[in-house]
């Protein structure tokens, strides 16, 4: 992979470039597409919300109900909602995610955030249908096969309850979390979804704050996991939206925060430009706290390996990543990814890099 | 007439870089006001930082620390990090 690129000229810089110059990272044609794609969206600024206290089901370690933000009262004025984007628009944010605990049975507050914030996405467990009119991502939770969801979310025949909603709706991407415990339920449910032509991303399930149950991964749990997440992206192409970086990203024995250093205001006190100065985690009654600020709030940060985190947390290390040809090229593949699964309308590349990078200044494991 | 320093000559250098690749508009090398704040008034963002500085390690062959490079938010601070950069090469 990198001999296409030893022939272009180099220059010895620091020792963080490696000696490539980043002119040089982008010189290969298909690498420049890719790069020319993705930075479009750099524009994108990212803050979540809670929309509703309420769920339809109860799923062991959930982050909103084994967290505080269940005492949170609810505002269900459409009005303050509309004016909450307004000021968030107005102070930069140009992406929404939407989640705790279901949003989809406030589906009028999704509508107004919409109308004013046309990029987002939407984190459900798909057992209601949002309006086709709120046009954002939908990521519809999945924990494995329709018994363990039985066991583990107390609902029945979850899978074939949100293949009925989501089929053929472009803004749906099933999320499979891989927990200790379903590893060997992932094949199965990636081979009904792509019979279904639905697609599915990877998730690894990121223990909340205290929990010790059996869904807590381990370094043989999260080995057997990246096997699995690489086996299925070969087997289904079409249907996983994955890359080999994702897979090593998310699954090494590090968590993000020691891979990559957390950019989220609540383990990254700075202030500069970027997710430490913009990110906000509002709660049900629209008031947020920048201690706690993060994706997924109630998440012990050491064993954080949560998808929508490291959409955030690797994508931002583009400095770091410009550093040699092939992780260049799995950092592109993990923001093509990032792209694909939480930008309407964005359609997945080819991967550039097909095999196990190692992540600036780690081991592969 | 003034007579440019250095430090203007870098600064010239970086505006041109950085309305060349966040294609601004409405702005030359020499409009550009160099104490500008970067990302509250130009509107750029971590992202945008990134990209120039890494254009700017090419151009300067100059070992940028990724922890430098966020703070560096006018024309001026980046100039003057480079001109510190440059004298201990």
């Known amino acids: 992979m990198e001999a296409k690129h030893a022939t272009g000229p180099m220059s ?40 509703t206290r309420r769920c339809n089901i109860r799923c062991e370690g959930c982050y909103y109900y084994e967290g505080e933000k269940q005492h949170t009262p609810e505002i269900a004025d459409p009005d303050r909602w509309r004016a909450l984007m307004l000021a968030e628009k107005a102070r930069g944010i140009t992406f929404v995610v939407l989640a705790g605990a279901e949003p989809s049975l406030v589906p009028e507050l999704l509508s107004v955030c919409h109308e004013q914030m046309p990029l987002g996405a939407i984190a459900t467990n798909g057992l209601e249908w949002i309006p086709r009119q709120v046009g954002y991502k939908i990521h519809i939770s999945v924990w494995g096969n329709d018994a363990t969801s039985q066991k583990f979310r107390g609902a029945r025949e979850m899978l074939p309850r949100q293949i009925e909603n989501y089929r053929n709706d472009p803004r749906a991407v099933f999320v499979y979390t891989f927990t200790a415990g379903n590893i060997d339920e992932a094949e199965e449910v990636t081979r009904v979804l792509a019979v279904a032509g639905c697609k599915i991303t990877f998730n690894v399930f990121s223990a909340p704050v205290g929990y010790d149950g059996k869904l807590r991964h381990t370094p043989q749990s999260l080995a057997r996991t990246r096997g699995t997440m690489l086996a299925l992206l070969q087997q289904y192409p079409q249907t996983v939206l994955f890359s080999h970086y994702n897979a090593m990203a998310h699954t090494h024995p590090l968590g993000l925060h ?47 390996r949560h998808y929508a985190s490291g959409s955030a947390v690797v994508t931002s290390r583009l400095f770091r990543h410009a550093c040699r040809p092939d992780v260049f090229e799995s950092w592109l593949d993990y923001v093509d990814t990032y792209l694909a699964v939480w930008v309407s309308g964005y359609e997945k590349g080819n991967n550039l890099c097909q095999r196990l990078v190692p992540p600036p200044g780690h081991d592969l494991l | ?67 430098d490079y966020p703070k560096l938010t006018t024309i001026r601070l980046i100039s003057e990090y480079l001109q510190r950069k440059l004298a201990v090469v």
């Open chain 2, 1 to 67: 007439m003034a007579v440019e320093t250095e430090l203007d000559k870098i600064i010239l250098h970086v505006a041109k870089i950085m309305i060349d690749e966040l294609k601004l508009e409405d702005v030359t090398a020499e409009t550009f006001d160099p104490d500008i704040d970067l990302v509250d008034e130009v509107g750029i963002d971590s992202m945008d930082l990134a990209t120039v500085a890494l254009v700017l390690r090419d151009e300067y062959k100059v070992r940028i620390d990724e922890d």
């Open chain 1, 12 to 51: 010895r810089q620091g020792s963080d470039s490696q000696g490539w110059k980043f002119s040089d990272l982008i010189a290969d044609p298909q690498i420049r597409e890719r790069w020319d794609r993705v930075r479009k969206y750099f524009y994108l600024r990212e803050s979540t919300y809670d929309m």
């Open chain 1, 258 to 304: 020691d891979l990559f250093g957390c950019a989220y205001p609540r383990r990254n006190p700075s202030a500069d430009p970027g997710l430490g100065r913009s990110f906000r985690q509002y709660r049900t009654d629209l008031t947020w706290d920048r201690e706690a600020a993060c994706c997924v709030p109630d998440t012990d940060c050491p064993d954080c």
